[in-house]
């Protein structure tokens, strides 16, 4: 028993360490922000569609770095949700072997909520594995764009990274805005993306209290 306890003592300060880290991390990068800011008789539009629809107000922004690299802290699922885009090209996002996004079809796809969801297989630490990928115009051959792609905005397709909705390094919420370059413009909606850590089970939690409550009456009986 005191064995057991020992193991899950330790299990209990090492989900404490855990807890208190961030999940993710952008390493380098180019401070920027979202929508890019870019200006133009072919602009679009100078707001970024699906943020204003999820943060409920016309020219939202969000602070965050081009040309970074994202980093996973720890070892984790992670929960990744499709935000929308307002897109004419084909663009799609890849990660643990599954890939959503637009496909042919509706060229905007902005509703405030997640268009779609799902929980990545168990991911271990280190640079996040992960790419877009973009066909349309002229494009014979799609565009990859990979975690780590040092493509400055408005010179070909590319992503912004924000964490936690900020300017800051390190965050447990990661939003990637991603950029076709299809128009003279760097709004950054084309694709959305969130990636959350998944909490952890509450069963994980019960196992370690039970365990603690079990050598409590132990050691009551014993005495």
């Given at each position: 028993m005191k064995k057991i306890l020992m193991t899950a003592g330790a299990a209990l300060l090492a989900m404490g360490t855990v807890a208190s880290a961030a999940t993710f991390s952008i390493i380098g990068g180019v401070a920027d922000s979202v929508p890019g800011?870019?200006?133009g008789s072919q602009l679009e539009t100078p707001e970024n569609e699906v943020l204003d629809a999820l943060l409920g107000a016309v020219?939202?922004?969000?602070?965050?770095f081009s040309q970074g690299t994202v980093h996973l802290n720890r070892d984790t699922v992670l929960r990744v949700e499709v935000l929308g885009w307002e897109a004419g090209w084909i663009n799609t996002f890849t990660i643990d072997g599954t890939t959503v996004g637009k496909a042919v079809g509706d060229s905007a796809l902005v509703t405030g909520d997640p268009v779609s969801?799902?929980?990545?297989?168990?991911?271990?630490?280190?640079?996040?594995?992960?790419?877009f990928k973009s066909i349309g115009g002229s494009l014979?051959?799609?565009?990859?764009?990979?975690?780590?792609?040092?493509?400055?905005?408005?010179?070909?397709?590319?992503?912004?990274?924000s964490l936690d909705a900020s300017d800051q390094t390190d965050g447990d919420v990661l939003w990637l805005f991603f950029d076709d370059n299809a128009i003279a413009g760097d709004n950054h909606d084309d694709l959305v993306i969130r990636i959350s850590a998944v909490p952890l089970p509450a069963g994980a939690l019960l196992l370690l209290s039970g365990l603690g409550a079990l050598a409590l009456r132990r050691k009551r009986n014993a005495a």
């Open positions: 800011g870019s200006t020219g939202s922004s969000m602070d965050g969801s799902f929980d990545t297989s168990f991911m271990t630490a280190g640079d996040l594995d992960f790419f014979l051959v799609p565009v990859v764009v990979a975690n780590g792609d040092t493509t400055v905005p408005g010179a070909g397709p590319n992503f912004i990274a």
